[in-house]
């Protein structure tokens, strides 16, 4: 066996291409495991949960498999674009100079040497040539030839919903180097990195340490920020429920004023019918289909309906004396607004729930509440089409249009103003059951009944 003594390159000699690759011995995987759990009792304790691409030896490892993966592969090229979910650990060939190793749970696609990588952790072995790039969340790595890992920070539903209400939770990636040099920007700032040097950036920030160094604070910051959405989401219910029940005290105080002026408007009115200086007229509330025409011009809608009270409601001796009523009939108009209470917040709790993401905070909210929390969420979300359910209401009670069948999709703010002008109605057809039609309108809208009487306006359709 001759030796060669110049600086000719090997395939000059050698036909690679029909040189056949000799198999593993059989104990390779097991010689190589025992190897890194050596490394890894010398010193440096049990890893941590979850895969750290920290150790040296393992990266120098897994870059050696995929070297002997790639030349081997050379005879199949690999697609130049394509994409991937990884359930379990899978590698993969990029185009004709990248292989990578995707943890589970990783997600990348690619376009040549352009990836887009959007979450999980990823190991990239590149051969040297022109500018490989892989774009993140949080910003984009440049490289010419090397090996290096990526783990990007999947943003959780609830950290969403909270950056969209203000919170702004950013995404979090770690690169990490092992051979080579790297180069990544993130929000106007860039950095090169070496072999054995690793990067945490996101929220515009770049930190630089050690390979080591920098999974520790890595992990640590995810396992931080899985608390942070949960705590800003909680503070901002909050705070939104100190808002609601200070707008309800004012509310509260401006409708004690407000009865007391009506009382006295309607005992004066009262007196003027009985002599028959003044027509009787109808309750302002007793709305028509013609009514609700014209409210829905404007996209107003109306309501008086059973207050509801955590003891429940029943008329005094002196309010039935002036209701007409027997003494027993108390007993039925207790029932009728329990009843209706429980009509009422059937159809609002899911609907508050669903607006709070939260069923305990609906129970603790209330019918009361709830419909302003509805409304105000759901205007926020998108003002245009709570105005339209507004109107919409306005003119299915009108008759323009059907009511919905059962199962049709409605907007949140629809569905609730549907029951809530549903219920007079259906107050009235309890009472119909005890004291007849007509005796049921005229105690419904008598003034000696404890209403809620509520109007909500979010005016007429633009260009109209």
């Known amino acids: 066996m001759s030796e060669r003594d110049d600086e000719r390159p090997l395939s000059e000699d050698v036909d690679l291409e029909a040189w056949d690759a000799a198999p593993p011995p059989r104990d390779f995987s097991e010689r190589v495991v025992e190897r890194i759990r050596a490394e890894r009792s010398d010193g440096q304790g049990a890893a941590p949960k979850g895969r750290r691409f920290g150790s040296r030896a393992t990266a120098v490892v897994i870059a050696a498999s995929l070297a002997a993966s790639v030349a081997l592969a050379f005879r199949s090229p690999a697609p130049a674009r394509g994409s991937a979910i990884a359930r379990d650990r899978i590698e993969l060939t990029m185009g004709s100079r990248a292989r990578v190793v995707l943890e589970p749970g990783a997600e990348l696609a690619w376009d040549g040497d352009d990836v887009v990588q959007s979450r999980g952790d990823v190991f990239y072995r590149v051969e040297p040539g022109a500018r490989f790039r892989v774009k993140t969340p949080a910003g984009v790595i440049e490289v010419k030839g090397t090996c290096f890992g990526v783990r990007v920070a999947e943003m959780q539903k609830r950290d969403i919903k909270v950056a969209a209400a203000g919170a702004g939770a950013a995404a979090l990636v770690l690169l990490g180097v092992y051979e080579g040099k790297v180069a990544l920007s993130h929000d106007g700032q860039r950095a090169e990195l070496g072999a054995g040097e690793a990067a945490t ?118 309010q039935l004396q002036r209701l007409g009523l027997a003494p027993d009939d108390a007993a039925t108009l207790k029932t009728a607004y329990a009843q209706s209470n429980e009509r009422i917040w059937a159809a609002l709790r899911p609907l508050c729930a669903q607006a709070v993401n939260s069923a305990e905070v609906a129970e603790k909210l209330g019918p009361s509440t709830c419909q302003h929390l509805v409304l105000d969420v759901e205007g926020a979300k998108d003002g245009d089409a709570t105005n339209e359910a507004m109107r919409l209401v306005g003119e299915i009670r009108s008759g323009a249009r059907p009511m919905p069948g059962p199962g049709e999709k409605l907007h949140p703010v629809a569905k609730m103003f549907l029951a809530v002008t549903h219920e007079p109605k259906a107050f009235e057809d309890e009472l119909a059951r005890a004291f007849g039609p007509e005796e049921a309108h005229r105690i419904a809208y008598s003034d000696e009944l404890c209403m809620s009487r509520s109007t909500w306006g979010r005016g007429p359709r633009k260009g109209k």
């Open 201 to 318: 950036f996101g929220g515009g920030r770049v930190e630089r340490q050690s390979l080591a160094d920098g999974q520790k604070a890595f992990d640590a910051k995810v396992a931080a920020r899985g608390d942070e959405p949960l705590e800003a989401a909680n503070q901002n219910l909050v705070n939104q429920v100190t808002d609601y029940k200070k707008r309800l005290e004012a509310l509260s105080a401006q409708k004690v004023e407000l009865e007391g002026k009506l009382s006295s408007t309607e005992r004066a009115l009262a007196a003027a019918q009985a002599d028959g200086s003044a027509p009787r007229v109808k309750h302002d509330f007793d709305l028509s289909q013609d009514d609700w025409k014209e409210l829905a011009k404007d996209g107003t809608v109306k309501a008086r309906t059973p207050c509801i009270k955590p003891e429940g409601w029943a008329p005094s001796a002196e």
